[in-house]
C-alpha cells in the first residue's frame, strides 16, 4: 500500500488554510468587541424612568 503524499500534502494545504482564515476572522471579532465595550463605556445606554 503506497502512501499518496499528495492527497496528505493538499490536506495539510486546506487545513493551513482554514485555520489562517479562522484566526484572521478571530481577530476581527476580538477587534469589533473591543470597539464596541469602549463605546459602549463612552456613550452608557439611557433608560426610561419607570413611573408607577
Known sequence: ?????FIIA???VVLFVLLFLF???NKKDE???EEDVIQEELNPEKH???KF
Not at 1 to 5: F, H, N, P, S
Open 10 to 12: 493538499g490536506v495539510v
Open 23 to 25: 484566526l484572521r476572522r
Open 48 to 50: 426610561k424612568e419607570d
Open 31 to 33: 477587534k469589533e468587541f
Open 1 to 5: 500500500m503506497d502512501i499518496d503524499y
